[in-house]
């Protein structure tokens, strides 16, 4: 049995965790500006308008009846560009299953296309936008650290998030219709 004196630490120890708790997870959402509604797993994603390649408005909506799996990047994160052709692969082992891999490119369009050239892939690339919100901030990513995947079902909900580069294995359990 412990004494009332170790009880009293115990108790305070726990106070202090749980306020440590609590303030971490209010300074993550210090920095996102007033009226922006940050996406969280089970919420519907934002229907952002981002630009393609060819400088084509794209509406996220526009996939919808389809698995979609959001990867947010940039042509000068060296994770990012790693994890590409593990993506590539995953679109092509899944295509025919209806799921999709969309990245969105945080990044300047003319590193993007010049990256691209160098570094081709199959799914579709859309630029993001960098100015505050951020694409990535409002799909959740509040420390904006790339790259972060968003899975959404063919309703648009958000399923999964995942910061840092995805394994083949995570990728084909969230590409196929197992889920996250």
Known sequence: MLSRTNLFILALALLAAIAGGWL???SRLAHVPAGVHVANVGDLRPDVALL???????????YQGKRLLLNFWASWCVPCAAEMPTLDKAQHNFADQGAIVLGIAMDEPDRVRAFLAQHPVQYPILIGQLASPSTTLRFGDVDEVLPYSVLLDENGRILAVHRGALSADQLSRWLSQRGP
């Open 24 to 26: 971490q997870h209010e």
């Open 52 to 62: 393609d390649l060819d400088g084509r408005e794209r509406r996220l909506s526009g």
